[in-house]
Nanobody, 123 residues
Framework: VQLQASGGGLVQAGGSLRLSCVVS????????MGWFRRAPGKEREFVAG????????QYADSVKGRFAISRDNAKNTVYLQMSSLKPEDTAVYYC?????????????????WGQGTLVTVSS
């Protein structure tokens, strides 16, 4: 199983980035997908999750209204569109795949993880 995240980089506060995560080696369409992040000196935290068919999403309060998660099952890819970025969004962002329904924010429910992509937001 491979989860390949990309799209990170350096952006000024107020800017936007779109992260992508391509999944191989497991059935993407039956996987709940999530994005998490780990800021320097902090624990890994939930950012956003999406159901198998994309009809249901969930967001951390800190990103609600600024970030949008989506997926394309034909391309085995999940996206995280990030807008109005803030310096506190600086972190390594990880995508993750789960066979469990609906526990989007629970780290332990995800079996497979990507390697992470660094997002740095300058003030």
């Amino acid at each position: 199983v491979q989860l390949q995240a990309s799209g990170g980089g350096l952006v000024q506060a107020g800017g936007s980035l779109r992260l992508s995560c391509v999944v191989s080696g497991r059935t993407f369409s039956t996987s709940v997908m999530g994005w998490f992040r780990r800021a320097p000196g902090k624990e890994r935290e939930f950012v956003a999750g999406i159901s198998r068919n994309g009809a249901s999403t969930q967001y951390a309060d800190s990103v609600k209204g600024r970030f949008a998660i989506s997926r394309d099952n034909a391309k085995n890819t999940v996206y995280l569109q990030m807008s109005s970025l803030k310096p506190e969004d600086t972190a390594v962002y990880y995508c993750a795949a789960s066979s469990s329904c609906c526990s989007y924010s629970v780290i332990g429910s995800y079996e497979d993880w990507g390697q992470g992509t660094l997002v740095t937001v300058s003030s």
